[in-house]
């Protein structure tokens, strides 16, 4: 009885052929549900848009009443919602990985209540609305980012979360005592921005955060694989030649797709939270970019239009449903022990 020799480089080969695999098929899954509940957002709901209807209307065809609905409520909402889910996906998944936490995102490091804060006040202190509020929340959050890389120092890890929890707490206490000098029309204002809705989406917002995905995204691509080795720690990172100025690029860029993307739709709560969590449950504990991105499309777009018609008689911000939904699996996540021991 002979004994046939085994090939290494095949076995090699063979183990990392079944988690490229597995990869393509979730990302093909994730695809084609997100297809499936951007027709759902378009077509269905109170007013129904056949297909034929659709292509003719894409085509520069004036339907009454269709026309209008379409391009500029369920077409618009629904795009946004893409471009916004794959921004928060991609952002979470890189704090939570850069990091190597997964309760490190901008939700709970205070980059959204940042942006928040800065919107608040300029919306009652400054009087400022439309693009300009947009761009203070961009600033806010950039700064928000900016200060608490500083406070925790090249140490990164759980300093920076710790530090990041701190300023979120304090960055509550900022906004709450800006609601304290708004008139009731500013504090509505607010109230309704920072709950985060997709129910002012418009083709000028939509063409600014897409050319920005066009430019932020392949950057991303480009230094994910050095988002690999920092997951290995930061000892075998500097061993293996990247330093920690990797991940403060990688950072920035997660901060700055975080920041347009509450900048469009406001800070959609637990988005950037659940969507690496959930890719890398799909991807067999791997952490993907890709997934995450297509996972935080799919809460967004689905979680809209649950908002919009799950509930009889009412049209929820799109905040409310990914709330009630996030909430729940933070908790589940504290109680499975996936956060770590610390």
């Known amino acids: 009885?002979?004994?046939?020799?085994?090939?290494?480089?095949?076995?090699?080969?063979?183990?990392?052929?079944?988690?490229?695999?597995?990869?393509?098929?979730?990302?093909?899954?994730?695809?084609?549900?997100?297809?499936?509940?951007?027709?759902?957002?378009?077509?269905?709901?109170?007013?129904?848009?056949?297909?034929?209807?659709?292509?003719?209307?894409?085509?520069?065809?004036?339907?009454?009443?269709?026309?209008?609905?379409?391009?500029?409520?369920?077409?618009?909402?629904?795009?946004?919602?893409?471009?916004?889910?794959?921004?928060?996906?991609?952002?979470?998944?890189?704090?939570?990985?850069?990091?190597?936490?997964?309760?490190?995102?901008?939700?709970?490091?205070?980059?959204?209540?940042g942006a928040s804060a800065s919107a608040v006040f300029a919306i009652v202190v400054l009087s400022l609305n439309g693009s300009a509020l947009s761009v203070a929340g961009i600033v806010g959050a950039v700064l928000t980012a900016v200060v608490i890389r500083l406070v925790a120092g090249s140490d990164g890890g759980y300093r920076l979360v710790l530090v990041g929890v701190t300023a979120a707490a304090g960055l509550v206490a900022v906004i709450q005592y800006l609601f304290t000098r708004a008139n009731e029309y500013d504090a509505q204002l607010a109230l309704r921005w920072m709950t985060g809705s997709l129910n002012s989406a418009s083709w000028p917002t939509i063409r600014i955060l897409f050319v920005a995905l066009v430019i932020l995204l392949p950057l991303v691509a480009w230094t994910v694989k050095s988002q690999r080795v920092l997951e290995l720690g930061p000892d075998v990172a500097t061993a293996l030649g990247v330093t920690h100025r990797y991940a403060d690029l990688l950072l920035l860029l997660a901060v700055l797709l975080c920041a347009l993307a509450v900048a469009a739709t406001g800070p959609v709560a637990f988005v950037a939270f659940v969507a690496g969590p959930i890719a890398r449950v799909l991807n067999g504990g791997r952490t993907t970019i890709l997934g995450a991105a297509l996972v935080g499309a799919v809460v967004m777009v689905g979680a809209d239009y649950v908002a919009a018609y799950g509930f009889p008689d009412t049209n929820l911000p799109v905040g409310v449903v990914t709330g009630a939904f996030g909430a729940p699996f933070l908790l589940w996540l504290l109680a499975s022990g996936r956060a770590g021991r610390r």
């Open 1 to 113: 009885m002979t004994v046939q020799s085994i090939n290494p480089t095949a076995v090699v080969r063979g183990a990392r052929r079944i988690p490229r695999r597995r990869r393509v098929l979730v990302a093909g899954g994730l695809g084609a549900a997100l297809f499936g509940l951007f027709a759902l957002r378009v077509l269905a709901g109170d007013y129904i848009i056949t297909l034929p209807d659709f292509f003719r209307i894409l085509g520069g065809e004036e339907i009454p009443g269709a026309t209008f609905i379409l391009m500029e409520s369920k077409l618009p909402r629904a795009v946004l919602g893409v471009l916004a889910g794959l921004a928060f996906g991609v952002a979470g998944a890189i704090f939570q990985s850069t990091l190597r936490n997964p309760l490190a995102s901008p939700d709970m490091l205070g980059i959204s209540l």
